[in-house]
């Protein structure tokens, strides 16, 4: 357990303007500094332009009336509605680079008109009916921590919006240790369930790169896929029940039978989750757990390239299997394992041998493996072994898995450094058939190179193996171009555009939001659009739950039932 | 492979009356009458009442008028309308008791007014849309196994039926041995799909005890589970991409990406998957394959009692899991096993053994391996026995285990004989979390055993395990009463009652069709009917797709959109 100590410490909330703890912010040591400029060309700005101070950032008044926010205070009481700047502005995005960005730079104007802090489910759906009645968009708010716009207050066709911050709600309602199920709210974060369960013995086993701020109904609306998603699933995979809050009353489903274990209709409550507030507010959820691990294990693994990797991790997940192959299995392309390698002088060592062998863009592979019995891991070790010594990899040097452990939560914090001095970072990722796997890589690669242009990191690694395919994630920066938010939107389009145009799914973990909305559109097709509006107007006729974002809009003319809720 | 040889052979198709083959319709014998006689007091009727003839079935004259016939003919082509006899018999219901006993005594008011056989999804959507626009209810046909009414041509409030029977679209339309996937149509049967597929050595590995005439769009509609869902997953975890037909056009969704490794908003497929043919047709579908086994293995354990045994299989789930624990795991109740046992003397003798043991009531587990590894395989047992061992299991004759491998589709065929001498015959299943199994286990035993009185066997046993729970399979007979069809609907609804009130769901694989109607309805809840409703009248506005069944009817006052569509 001690190698997961970090798991059970809860972070504090984020800053406004960037990532957790200002203190934490990470630098990039004047060698990388040095590194980047010989290999890439890549210099920080002159000047650096840390983020305005919170009194300089420009904020709209609050367009809530005051019988609005009386009425709201009512329901909820004086002290849980907020109209304080620092509350608004703490609100007014999440974290992806144009959200930063514009707060960085002092513009509040997405600022939501109040901040409200429900008790409970019930007071969620007073809210939730009161909103609808007087037409005030509603934005469910967990840790804040999208990246695809998900939690922008957007007015959508209404004159105001109010931010619903749901961290009262961060009980554990219920422990079924027979079952190995917990009955929780949506407003708790990762550490704090895991330290109720570990003592325990149990597991959740969700941890994705957001974990220090990230809630439990944010994974749950957003389908999240935590690292360890060969081992414990994806989110959505231990969802036992839901309870959505709608203006229409609360619904609850699942919850009989272990996970899927019916045939009593369709799955709806697929249709709950993911749905990234858009048809309604979680308000409680029971969800799978497991049994808490004891035993670690972490290994590198070089390939001679990345789509040597490709089969390799094919055949873990296909040969290997679920309870057998790694927990954690990440494949670095060349340029990505470049960077990792250029950190240290083990690894500098390491990337000098690997060129002797004629190996020029090796591709590091780290794997971690969890267990409950330290025979049965070393077991599954050797069977993952065989596979990748069958497919040519060769051990690499242990630290670089180590070091990934260690700050596999750091990354954002990287990002706060990297804008302080002017460099535009941005994430994206997909996911596909392994079939499919080494066309989209390159697809997308190209694409993003070229629009970031020479001077730039463009790396990508593969992070989450299924049966059938593999996550494709990359990560690139460069200078900031004078614009940056249409540098922004020029490269996103592209590189969305030519996910869709390959076969990948727009968004394999970050969901969809604002900025995946158009992509997502197609990905479901006409009639799956007239699905997914058809359900929310039975649920939210009036439309005020996170407009703007996952639904498609009406292109063309409204029918009949569409036109009687607008 | 050879142990699987007759997963391979297509079976004739079923006769109208009955199950498969007449032939081979599975006499008790006269020893086990005896048994029955003395152990329960049940007898056969004094005279056998076997099926009618065909000739003397009443059959009501098609209402479907000559222009409607005229039009389908134009669509699918003169020989494949049909309004005959036969056809429009064989399409009168599934294989429930009720669809069966009406059959056998010569009740044929349920058959439909025509059978149509497309020949593609452009041909289906054409023959929806002329059902649309001329109000005829469609009921999508594929083996036509339903126990629950899901195919019987229910005409709500339409004047005419037909039956949509999809074995022509029976391609195995192209593999992607890469990723493992299939793209196949829904009239396939799965003995035709493993034929093309063990020799490439892929398996789909679905084997539910409908094996035999069941079709891959009938596993996909009703959220079907094989007994080896263990090893190779419920129907639903292995559904990559689904196209459905419906009277506003066709619609495909995932596809992209594997199984469910995307967060781009709501997994609508699971929308579709469970549909039971009241959204629309599948037209066709991707699967996610697996390794075909070539190594088997097979045991029988026993316990002092069926609670015991649970303790045991959910170490097995839960310790264990995915990949090691076996692929299918069968445990019988006190009396079910007693049944099993009673059929050969080395069962006779093991029953002593275990009454001089003190195991009044022992439970019989039977286990079953399936691996590509011998050495992997070995290991698995291993790791298996200690958890039984720590449960207080003890090996049991395997040849209990491999007559059950060896006659698991012929279960339908002894009901056959069973309905020609009298007897009442009927199963159910549920599912629920493992701290609930013990309670809802009693429960629904003592519900049927008070309708059916003492008189009659009622046995039970779980076959499916989750992390979370698993499933409760009984099979009960007695003698019939005056009014079988009555005495059917009593007990199924006392049953279905305490399965609901005791928090079980009401099918953990048989479906919802038109048995389960009511009570998946409290299932869902109101708002998720209305979820259901909303979809429905978004895909089919006329409402002509498999009347009666699934969809929650709506009983207070329809609201707008629902009156814009009636």
Redesign the interface.
Known sequence: MKDDANLVETAPRSVWHGWGDPQLKKELSPLVWRGLKLAKGIEPAEQDTPPVALDDVELPASTLDDDGLAALRTLVGDAYVSVERRERIEHAGGKSYPDLYRLRTGDGSHAPDAVAFPADGSEVVEVLRLAAQREIAVVPFGGGTSVVGGVDPVRGRFASVISLDLRRLDAVVSI?E????ATLQPGLRGAQLEAVLRPRGLTLGHFPQSYEQATLGGYLV????GQASSGYG?F??NV?AVTLA?P??????GG?????????????I???????GTLGVITEMTL?L??GPTEFAYETWAFDSFTDGFDAF?ALA???????MPDVSRLSDGEESRTILAQSARGLAAMATFAARGAREPSLGVLRWED?DRT?LR?RRR?AHRVLRTAGARRAPASIAEHWISHRFRGPYQRDHLMDRGIFVETLET??????LPTLYSAVRDAISAEVGPHAVVQCHVS?L??????LYYTFFCREESDPLAQWRRVKTAASDVIAAH??????????GTD?RA??AD??????A???R??K???DPAGILNPGK?VPPVDDAPD??EA?AS
Do not use: F
């Open positions: 079924d027979t079952s190995r199920t957003t389908r999240s896929s994806r959505e995979q036992v709608t229409e009353g609360e619904l609850t489903l009989r039978t272990p996970s899927s274990a019916t045939a009593a209709g369709p799955k709806l697929d249709v709950l989750i993911g749905s990234e799978q497991h049994e094919r296909q040969d290997l299997g679920h309870g057998v409950t049965t077991r069977q996911a596909t058939t392994w079939a499919n989450h299924y049966d059938g395919g593999a996550s076969g990948g799914t727009i968004t394999h973990h970050h969901a969809v995946h992509w997502a990905e479901m097709g006409e009639l799956g007239r699905i997914l058809a359900v107007n039975e649920l996952l009949a039932c009687g």
